[in-house]
């Protein structure tokens, strides 16, 4: 356990400090195998998977045009097992081995020296890299969401790894593998900065160098399917209390807090853009209270350590109206085609979010305080100042994958026939909806399900007597 040593002094004084997925095992020199904390992540670990792939994925879909479903879902599943390779090969290492400030080491790579043996706290070393690779293979894809329906296959594989490369695993080690970062000691449990304020940004940067789908506010690109949006999104809000919660790697009350806290989040988020919207649009929508939950699940994100149950309900509350400010007022006068709308709630959900943590953590607001020597202003600095940091390594990393993923896949667009064809059909060779009612003749006939509901009652109507 000589690594463990090692890490332990690193910590900050302030126990809450301490409660971060990397590190939060670290707090005792010698640990012992603990099936209740064992069976907790394992059962995090997978509930997470299920909110990345069929979670985000029908998320995403659902938002889509239907000539566009299949490729968001290829494109997600497939960038997922491409992260998951590449975490076990390489990625685990550079984050946990070592303590660079910006890298870690290669001791680890290929899984070496880990073992059935391997403790990490009180859980299998290879348990705390299964959870720990959901964090990084549900990041990258979320940017899928602002590049939607326009972006090569090839371009979209070949930029997700190499961002995974030189953005995400250096951030994961700077928050939590014992970087630079994590000594400052910036009050981000669970990922508000490396995971949504990472990805949102890179997400606006996809959106301004790929330039907007053909016939963007001009066409209509509403979402197809609103039903499938619902589903993915409710899996991501039961798969967000196991993302939050498992971070404290201890089947706990302060791992069943870190669930409370992001249920309250999602739930006070997704009340709040309702109420904002039917103000303003005198209706509110299905879309609008989904939309709600996650800005709010990602503004707890950050906080959800270190605040309380009052607390949490205050920054879902806040933070919808300014995601709706970002989605409807400035992503419109800036003109960028940001398709599922990434910046507009990871990454201003994630500014907001980081802010609100530290105010929320006052003990007068029920928080759990701050490390010791500090206060709210003094804790403000260090919290802004790493997020502008990692503003700043998004834009800069995002850049220059998309740059050299255009010289390596010769462009990151699809042509035009094929963007108005759609990537199902001219990418993937398929259609997301298939009608085979034995009315044309028992061949499948490939039409938008709303001309095959016309077809098929016309086709009734004939057979009825007189």
């Known amino acids: 356990m000589g690594e463990t040593m090692h890490l332990k002094k690193l910590l900050p004084a302030a126990g809450a400090l301490t409660a971060l997925p990397a590190f939060a095992w670290a707090?005792?020199?010698?640990?012992?195998?603990?099936?209740?904390?064992?069976?907790?992540?394992?059962?995090?670990?997978?509930?997470?998977?299920?909110?990345?792939?069929?979670?985000?994925?029908?998320?995403?879909?659902?938002?889509?045009?239907?000539?566009?479903?299949?490729?968001?879902?290829t494109q997600i599943f497939a960038s997922i097992s491409l992260i998951c390779v590449l975490w076990a090969l390489v990625g685990y290492s550079l984050f946990i081995d070592g303590t660079g400030p910006v890298i870690g080491g290669l001791g680890k790579m290929f899984m070496s020296g880990v073992t059935t043996d391997s403790l990490t706290y009180t859980?299998?070393?290879?348990?705390?890299?299964?959870?720990?690779?959901?964090?990084?293979?549900?990041?990258?894809?979320?940017?899928?969401?602002?590049?939607?329906?326009?972006?090569?296959?090839?371009?979209?594989?070949?930029?997700?790894?190499?961002?995974?490369?030189?953005?995400?695993?250096?951030m994961a080690h700077m928050a939590w593998g014992g970087g630079w970062v994590f000594n400052v000691g910036v009050m981000d449990y669970a990922g508000g900065n490396v995971v949504h304020l990472n990805a949102g940004m890179a997400a606006l940067v996809c959106a301004l160098v790929l330039g907007p789908r053909k016939g963007y506010r001009t066409t209509m690109m509403a979402p197809h399917n609103m039903t499938m949006t619902y589903t993915g999104g409710a899996m991501l809000w039961v798969g967000w209390l196991a993302f939050c919660g498992g971070c404290a790697l201890a089947a706990s009350g302060f791992s069943a807090l870190l669930m409370v806290n992001t249920m309250l989040g999602g739930a006070a988020g997704a009340l709040s853009w309702m109420v904002t919207e039917w103000i303003h649009r005198k209706k509110p929508s299905t879309f609008g209270v989904l939309s709600g939950a996650i800005a709010g699940l990602v503004a707890i994100t950050p906080a959800c350590g270190f605040v309380g149950p009052a607390g949490a309900i205050a920054v879902g509350l806040l933070v919808s109206p300014v995601c709706i400010f970002a989605v409807e007022v400035m992503k419109p006068k800036f003109g960028y085609d940001d398709s599922f709308d990434v910046f507009g709630v990871h990454g201003v959900g994630a500014i907001v979010g980081g802010v609100l943590t530290v105010i929320f953590a006052a003990p007068v607001f029920g928080g759990m305080g701050y490390a010791e020597g500090r206060d709210m202003a003094s804790q403000m600095g260090p919290q802004i100042g790493v997020m502008a940091f990692s503003i700043l390594v998004s834009v800069v990393t995002t850049w220059i994958a998309l740059k050299v993923t255009a010289l390596v896949t010769g462009g990151l667009r699809v042509s035009d026939e094929a963007e108005y064809e759609g990537l199902d059909t001219s990418t993937h060779g398929e259609v997301g909806y298939r009608f085979n009612d034995g009315l044309f003749g028992g061949s499948a006939v490939e039409v938008a399900p709303g001309a095959a509901h016309v077809a098929y009652a016309t086709a009734q109507l004939t057979k009825l007597p007189g």
């Not at 299920?50 to 879909?61: D, H």
């Not at 348990?127 to 090569?152: C, D, N, Q, S, V």
């Open 27 to 73: 707090q005792e020199a010698e640990a012992s195998l603990n099936t209740g904390d064992t069976a907790f992540v394992a059962t995090c670990a997978l509930i997470v998977m299920l909110m990345m792939l069929p979670g985000l994925g029908l998320f995403y879909a659902g938002m889509a045009r239907s000539k566009n479903v299949l490729s968001i879902l």
């Open 123 to 170: 859980i299998p070393e290879y348990l705390y890299f299964l959870f720990m690779m959901m964090f990084a293979a549900i990041t990258p894809p979320i940017i899928i969401g602002a590049f939607a329906e326009r972006m090569k296959f090839s371009a979209v594989l070949v930029f997700m790894g190499l961002w995974f490369m030189i953005n995400y695993v250096p």
